[in-house]
């Protein structure tokens, strides 16, 4: 067993799947990190990657066009980020029950639009190959966009005065009121960019790692973003490093010959450290001060 | 004209919810129109599918069963102002109590169910009361803590459906429960099982416990003014705790239940049980977290079901076989979103005022 | 003499939900001078500077900078004309650095959207330099003292370069040596040609900083000086005013045992600072005890130690003997305290609760109002409530109503009726007319009156100078966490009251 293991994690394919596993979930968590650090909580990141897949999906099968289609599952999660912003940030809306209401949403019509487009309750048959995001160097473009991404969040949040003004919206909103500063904008600009960046995640597994749609095609991965944004502490940086230690222990239970670990374990990994971080007893994290509180101007 | 007001008041949340629920309906009655049916003919099946006769009636009424427990289980908690979305991990451990004694430990009847129904209870409840410690001791949002305890029950019971309680014979499932572990069917030839009837009566012991009992009504005070309780002498840490207890208690309950009243035995995945605590979540809200409303609330989220199923049988309603069963989803989906807005009935009331301007 | 800078003209305020705050108020600043404005809480100090500022919209007025008429209706327009204000409760993000802080909205970029701090930080550096106002630019502000917390709220409206900048009660939360710095300091900025407005109910602040006052009360302006032309005790007297309402209290009521006796308690406020410090007092049987005062002076913090809802740092309260520290609210009012609290909303009353379950709190586990299995006794408690409705004639529609269907009189009457129907031997009621109407409160401090003549102690604290003046036996001034003295409302005349709610101990002033 310790020759075999060893003979696993000298493998290329470990190291390649630990890529491609990541972006469907960095993507989304660097972009919640953007959401919640202005103050806004979107757990319907699950339902927005599969409105994402869906859209671009459909939209590649049917027009062939690859443009098109990453437009289509952009526009997805916009719409939604819309939605969600408008009720959550300007109405002062539940943002918990908003996603609540967008994953169940989200799964209901992936499965109806499955059955009506092509008959099937379970996958699309694959989109044709003009509208798939070909590989460059055997790496995928999406990899090189989420390492960007992160490291882009990042600069914004730290360097830019839009980010010091995004910041202070999440941490008081009544200071960046008194500085000035557009609450119910900022949060509602920084809700949709969220909302995008998941779809983005759904966009890459439609259009590129599976190359169809699934009825169960985010399989969670939403939620694990969600961990992702906790256990990284709100930085884009470290989301990209859970992202890539994430990654890699599924990549490696997927290598594994079934039985040597139980994949249940490899699994419960990612919930259970990020509820130990949550708990503060690795390190001290701490959320945006004012995140999932409407805000109201007296 | 105070009672008019008062009245009105009390008709509100009424009122909000119909709409919500209106606005689920005419967003899939659009799905199902630009599917190429008739909406009207759609629903008039549906409804039709799912009450036209004793038969459907009680169906629906099953499964109604599973929706009012995972729902009473968010009430509670949303009494004390805890956001529970954990019912699906805590019903996952209902499953499990189910099928390791019923189907592994030799009892007698009535004793083995109360014997399930208690572990249920413990396993759930203690699941439940961890978030709530997180949240009150570590400061864990029990929104967090609840979704990363959702998949940690899901693999954890999969493990153990998968390798400790599997069936031999059928490696994909768990063993059956012995006879006298099930719960009997109330109507032969139906799915309504005396799980029917506990069900209701949890919801009558817990409206008892909220509206009747000093305990409730800490628990209620907590929630909607936490300072005054403390003022009132309540220990509001304790208490959520308790409300977060007696919520993964209630959502166990659910699980345990489709075990012993439905299935007999658990699919490794769980998927007989999958999302069912996530459904609870709509159904409490449309219900207003409210036992009485919440039963209702479960039957019509019933009848989504048992008459899209019905629908998919019938051939009365267009050319195709059916609809997929998910067009409920997307109906539900829609209704919470329409719920998630605060003060609706305001809202349309300032923006038809804006028109008429 | 120059033309006011500022001119704030026939100024009224009446808020939603029909509290009037400012009844029609004028009010000059001169370019360059220190401009106090001064009265008790409630006065409309900080409503009329919030309306100057922006956050609060005026209902009717006019408002003039450097005479021409303006609408301000954001802080962004403030800041555009140069005011700038520093709020009682710090507009700051605590995770922040002080830099980022002081720069925020309006931070110096290079290429465009990046922040350039090195250049940020020579502007701040340069202003603090010229100011002579430091702190340190890398410190995340939630480290730093209160004290230089508000340093960062100065610069950052001097960094936006206000030449008009009001200082909301900015010493409430320095220490002595702090005040003396910030009063140096706006002496500097002075000379520098900029405007100050200082907020303030401390006459000696008045005395020590301002060059012209102006006294507020009760929404109206009583008075504008030049500030060398005008005595404390002038200031004090126009501050708290003479009405006088008549509540007689009929016979006197020998005083007997100590029934409620507080030993040297200290006790922390929300910041960690102590809040009250070293109190030592007794409230005997049969007498009603008054703490004066300007309210944030410590009052909220003592009452709430001694009713269970906030630990003491150290010290000891006894309720008839017994020493009862650690025991929470449910157990105190066992042993006879009945605590009447100063938020009616946040402490006394579930809104959303029916009278019935509002009647109950804090006894909801008492055996009267258990059944044998448990239940909550649903006739018992009905009965107790219809009683309580009766007894202390609160209108309401009946006992299953939600309390916020009562009016505020009414929902104080219920609370006042509830805890002086547990039976209480001792008495805390914390500004228990706030917000009534006229005979609501004469209700209610009847009510006490009686209380008093049953042989219960008392323990009442309000900021209504009058209303502890005319139901108090004893009275001890309240300043900063400490009793100024102790003094019998007979025997003492308004002007020194004044003064030691200023600050100034008896012993200092007799």
Redesign the interface.
């Known amino acids: 067993m310790d020759t075999s293991m060893l003979f696993i994690l000298l493998q290329a394919p470990l190291y390649l799947g630990t890529l491609r596993l990541m972006v469907p979930i960095t993507l989304p968590a660097i972009g919640e990190i953007i959401t919640e650090r202005s103050g806004v909580v979107n757990i319907g990141l699950e339902g927005i990657i599969m409105l994402g897949a869906l859209a671009s999906v459909y939209v590649g099968y049917f027009t062939g066009s690859l443009l098109l289609a990453l437009l289509a599952g952009i526009l997805a999660g916009v719409c939604v980020g819309i939605l969600h912003g408008i009720i959550s940030v300007y109405l002062g809306g539940d943002q918990i029950i908003v996603g609540v209401g967008v994953n169940v949403f989200a799964y209901g019509l992936g499965v109806i639009t499955l059955y009506l487009s092509w008959g099937t309750f379970a996958n699309s048959p694959l989109i044709p190959d003009s509208a798939r995001v070909p590989d460059l160097h055997g790496i995928s473009p999406f990899v090189v966009l989420t390492f960007m991404s992160g490291v882009t969040a990042w600069y914004l949040l730290e ?4 980010g ?2 995004l ?2 919206v999440g ?2 909103p ?8 557009n609450v119910f904008r900022t949060r509602f600009v920084a809700t949709v960019i969220g909302a995008v960046f998941a779809a983005l995640g759904g966009t890459f597994l439609g259009l590129d790692w599976l190359a169809s749609y699934t009825r169960d095609i985010s399989a969670g991965r939403g939620f694990i973003a969600l961990a992702m944004v906790v256990f990284s502490k709100w930085n884009p940086i470290l989301a990209i490093l859970s992202g890539l230690l994430f990654g890699f222990f599924f990549a490696l239970s997927l290598t594994i010959p079934s039985g040597i670990i139980p994949d249940q374990l490899v699994w419960s990994l990612p919930y259970a450290a990020t509820l130990l971080v949550a708990a503060g007893f690795f390190t001290k994290t ?1 959320a945006p ?1 004012a995140i999932g509180k409407p805000y109201r101007r ?1 | 004209m ?2 008019c007001d ?1 009245l009105r008041n009390h008709l509100r949340p009424v009122v909000e919810s119909s709409l919500s629920l209106l606005a689920g309906f005419l967003a899939g009655g659009i799905i199902i129109w630009a599917a190429g049916f008739n909406p009207i003919l759609f629903y008039e099946a549906l409804i039709a599918g799912a009450f036209g006769d004793i038969y459907s009636t009680l169906n629906t009424l099953s499964y109604s069963t599973p929706l009012i427990l995972t729902a009473l289980s968010f009430a509670i908690a949303a009494r004390a102002s805890l956001f529970n979305i954990g019912a699906e991990g805590q019903m996952y451990f209902g499953v499990l109590a189910a099928v390791s004694i019923g189907a592994f430990i030799a009892l007698p009847s009535v004793m083995h169910q109360l014997c399930i129904i208690t572990l249920a209870i413990l396993l759930g409840g203690l699941w439940g009361a961890v978030a709530g410690w997180l949240r009150v001791s570590r400061g864990v949002n029990e929104v967090v803590s609840t979704i990363m305890m959702n998949f940690l029950a899901l693999y954890l019971v999969n493990y153990l459906a998968t390798y400790v309680f599997y069936d031999p014979l059928q490696a994909y499932k768990t063993k059956s429960i012995l006879p006298s572990a099930e719960l009997p069917l109330m109507v032969p030839g139906t799915d309504l099982s005396l799980a029917f009837l506990l069900s209701i009566a949890t919801a009558m012991a817990l409206y ?1 416990l909220l509206w ?3 305990l409730g ?2 628990i ?2 907590v929630g ?2 936490p ?9 509001v840490k304790r208490t959520m705790i308790t409300s977060m207890f007696l919520s993964g208690a209630t959502a166990a309950l659910a699980g345990a239940f489709e075990v012993m009243g439905r299935f007999y035995y658990t699919d490794t995945g769980l998927s007989i049980v999958r999302n069912m605590g996530f459904d609870g979540i709509a159904v409490s809200l449309v219900g207003r977290n409210h036992p009485i409303g919440i039963i209702l609330s479960s039957i019509f989220f019933a009848m989504l079901k048992t008459g899209i199923q019905a629908v998919q049988r019938s051939t009365s309603v267009g050319g195709r076989t059916g609809v997929p069963l998910e067009l409920g989803l997307v109906v539900q989906g829609i209704i919470i979103i329409f719920i998630s807005i605060p003060e609706m009935l305001d809202l349309i009331r300032r923006l038809r005022g804006r028109r008429e301007v | 003499m120059s033309e006011p800078i500022i001119r704030m003209e026939g100024i009224k305020k009446i808020y939603p939900d029909g509290t009037v705050a400012l009844r029609g108020v004028t009010f000059e600043v001169l370019p360059g001078e220190i401009h106090g404005l001064l009265g008790e809480n409630g006065a409309g100090k900080t409503t009329l500077m919030s309306i100057l500022y922006g ?1 609060v919209p005026l209902t009717s007025g006019r408002i003039f900078i450097k005479g021409r008429q303006v609408r301000v209706t ?3 327009d403030a ?1 555009r004309l140069g005011i700038g204000m520093v ?1 009682q409760h ?7 650095t002080a830099l ?1 802080n002081i ?5 110096p ?1 290079k290429k465009g ?3 350039d701090r090195k250049e940020a930080e020579r502007r701040v550096m340069e202003l603090m330099e010229r100011v002579a106002l430091k702190v340190d630019l890398d410190a995340p502000v939630e480290t730093l003292p209160v004290g230089v917390r508000q340093r960062i709220e100065i610069l ?1 409206m001097l960094y936006r370069e206000a030449d008009i900048l009001i200082l909301d009660e900015p010493t409430a939360v320095l220490t002595p040596i702090e005040v003396e710095e910030l009063f140096s300091f706006l002496r500097r900025i002075r000379e520098e040609g900029k405007t100050v407005i200082f907020i303030t109910h401390k006459l000696k602040e008045v005395k020590a900083i301002t060059d012209r006052v102006t006294v507020l009360r009760k929404g109206l302006v009583v008075g504008v000086r030049r500030t060398r032309d005008v005595s404390m005790e002038e200031l004090a007297t126009m501050m708290i005013g003479r009405k006088l309402t008549g509540v007689e209290k009929s016979e006197e009521v020998s005083p007997r045992e100590d029934y409620l006796r507080i030993k040297d308690l200290w006790v922390r406020n929300d910041r960690g600072g102590y809040a009250v410090k070293g109190v030592s007092f007794s409230v005997r049987s049969g007498e009603i005890f008054g703490i004066a005062g300007v309210e944030g002076n410590g009052q909220s913090e003592l009452v709430e130690a001694i ?3 906030r630990p003491p740092e150290k010290g000891d309260v006894y309720i008839r003997s017994k020493r009862v520290i650690g025991l ?6 066992a042993l006879g305290l009945g ?1 009447i ?1 100063e938020d009616r909303h ?8 029916s009278l019935k ?1 509002n009647a ?3 006894v ?2 008492s055996k009267r109002f ?1 059944s044998r299995y ?3 006794d ?1 006739p018992r408690i009905r009965e107790w409530t219809e009683s309580i409705i009766k007894n202390f004639t609160v209108e309401a ?1 009946g006992s299953d ?1 939600p309390a916020k ?1 009562l009016s505020g009189g009414n929902q104080q009457k219920l609370i006042v009726g509830r805890e002086l129907s547990k039976e209480p031997s001792v008495v805390i009621a914390s500004q228990p007319t706030r917000g009534l109407d006229v005979a609501a409160t004469e209700y209610i401090r009847k009510i006490l009156i009686r209380m008093r003549n049953k042989g219960k102690a008392v323990l009442l604290v309000s900021a209504d100078l009058d209303e502890v003046l005319s139901l108090s036996d004893r009275v001890a001034v309240m300043y900063e966490g400490e009793f100024m003295g102790l003094v019998h409302p007979s025997e003492i005349n308004r002007e020194r009251i004044g003064l030691m709610m200023g600050g100034l101990r008896l012993e200092a002033i007799s």
């Open positions: 360097r830019t005065s839009i010091l003004r910041k202070a941490e008081n009544k200071a960046a009121d008194a500085a000035g500063i701490r001060a007296e | 105070r009672t008062d008892i009747r009992t000093p009504y800490e209620r005070a909607l003014n300072s005054a309780a403390r003022y009132g002498g309540i220990d | 956050i954001s802080p962004n800041m709020h710090f507009m700051l993000v605590p995770v922040f980022d720069i925020l909205g309006a931070e970029r959207f990046l922040i950052k009713c269970g809802l929470n609210p449910m157990e105190l009012y605590h609290p946040k402490w006394g009353i579930i809104l959303e609760f379950e109950i709190l804090g909801h586990r258990v448990g239940m909550l649903e529609p109503f269907s």
